[in-house]
């Protein structure tokens, strides 16, 4: 059993910088030399992306709704290995999950969960005394958490500083103030309708995420953190030998296709799966010898002149699908699946698999957690295997398919919802993002049945 100091950096709400906190700590101390192993609370897709980037070391989802408890601590442990420290950044305000009346999926669950202290992220740029009561409410709503600090971001002046920590000292003594970052536009990270914009298509990811470090390295006491830090006892998962390779499945990645789990990768080349990487938005030809398709989520909508212009890519999707060989399509998968997207008044043709369009909303179309219970046989497995994941998309099917065959009896956090999973041949396409680590055998049944194809 080994054991490394860890932290989570939450924030008081969406907005308030802690992906920016988050991403300029784990930078600065990458660059002194430290292993940190990343982590992003929640099933956002796009933070974790950026925390490679500053880590330079994959960054895993942890999600105490999605993922059972036993799940969660071994992929916890498994990627804290031959790290020197485990961070994870939080999502949304440290209390806010899955539902309005409890912590279940919070940030403040996972911290409990794993023994994590928080370091608390406060947008100040409008506080004076008030600070104090937001400091006092926040670290004493739950007596199960530990503190370990406050990132004061958005400062105003050196004069703001220095009434903000007189305000702290007065009433929040025993929370130690880490620093202050000024408000500096060239510290946000910039963002779009999904969140913030990806590591792959950001301006200048490094230059930006180079600055955050250098401002925390400046403005925040680093070692002071390092220092109250406890040690996290992290017992290695049991995990059964890989399976031998028997599937080569293609991936498509790139800047439309970006959002996949890192642990539904693992699980699957832990089943046996080669998996082949390929760009549906670059690449004339899939990649040879093939089993299957995993088309995961991200922009295709960003990318849909360019992935309509890539006419013979698309034709070979279509006849890989329709031969019967297995194809797992999330969110953007599905959408590059159909007949057609619309995008900004124009209509792009895409695979043509389903006889369906989809358009763009200048509104959210859907969020939240999922939870697929599949009414059929499908790719994922028998009828009855229940996954867990998450649905966040701004387009819609248009018009909503009439008969079409679907496999997945679909529930949110306020109950069901319309049926879901659209088939067709050995096709399965759906909205919602899985987490394989809700349900391994998924993982599993996808790969023999792209061996058996």
């Keep these: 059993m080994s054991a490394i100091p860890g932290c989570l950096i939450a924030g008081t709400q969406s907005g308030c910088g802690k992906t920016s906190v988050a991403l ?11 292993r940190v192993a990343p982590f992003k609370s929640g099933p956002d897709f796009i933070d974790p992306g950026l925390h490679a980037l500053a880590a330079a070391r994959p960054s895993h989802n942890l999600d105490t709704w999605m993922l059972p408890e036993l799940v969660l601590r071994a992929l916890f442990s498994r990627a804290c290995a031959g790290a020197d420290l485990a961070l994870a950044e939080g999502a949304m305000g440290l209390f806010d999950g899955r539902s309005p ?8 669950d996972l911290a409990a969960l794993l023994g994590l202290p928080v370091v608390l992220v406060i947008d100040a740029a ?5 600070l104090a009561a937001v400091v006092q409410g926040y670290t004493r709503f739950d007596p199960a958490l530990r503190f370990a600090g406050l990132v004061l971001n958005r400062v105003g002046s050196a004069s703001h500083a ?3 920590a007189a305000t702290l000292a007065a009433f929040a003594p025993e929370i130690p103030l880490l620093g202050c970052l000024p408000r500096d536009q060239d510290l946000a990270m910039p963002s779009r309708h999904l969140g913030l914009v990806t590591a792959q298509d950001a301006p200048a990811p490094l230059t930006r995420i180079d600055r955050l470090a250098a401002a925390c390295e400046r403005h925040l006491d680093l070692d002071g953190l390092l220092a109250r830090l406890p040690r996290l006892e992290l017992a290695p998962p049991e995990d059964p030998e890989p399976a031998p390779m028997r599937a080569r499945i ?5 800047a439309a296709f970006c959002f996949v789990y890192e642990e539904n990768l693992r699980l699957l080349r832990a089943a046996g799966a080669e998996l082949v990487e390929f760009s549906p938005v670059r690449d004339r030809r899939l990649p040879p010898d093939l089993h299957g398709l995993y088309l995961p989520g991200g922009y295709p909508e960003l990318s849909a002149f360019d992935l309509s212009q890539n006419a013979g890519l698309r034709r070979e999707v279509l006849a890989l699908a329709r031969s019967g060989k297995p194809v797992l399509a999330e969110c953007g998968g599905l959408l590059y699946l159909l007949e057609r997207l619309s995008v900004d008044g124009q209509s792009f043709p895409m695979c043509g698999l389903f006889p369906f369009s989809a358009g763009m909303h200048r509104t959210r179309a859907a969020l939240g957690y999922r939870e697929a219970t599949t009414t059929r046989p499908t790719l994922l497995g028998p009828a ?12 819609s ?3 909503a398919p009439q008969g079409a065959a679907t496999a997945f009896r679909l529930s949110g956090s306020r109950g069901p919802l319309p049926d879901e999973g659209y088939v067709r041949d050995a096709t399965l396409a759906t909205y919602m993002h899985p987490h394989f680590g809700s349900c391994p055998q998924a993982a599993a049944a996808f790969v023999a049945a792209c061996a058996a194809s």
């Design 24 to 34: 300029g700590i784990m930078a600065a101390l990458t660059r002194r030399g430290m």
């Design 101 to 108: 009346v409890d912590g279940e999926g919070s940030s403040a």
């Design 126 to 130: 409008s506080l004076s005394r008030s």
């Design 162 to 164: 220095e009434s903000l």
């Design 250 to 254: 293609g991936l498509a990645r790139d």
């Design 384 to 395: 009855g295997t229940v996954l867990r994941g998450h649905e966040f998309h701004y387009s």
């Design 397 to 399: 099917l248009d018009p």
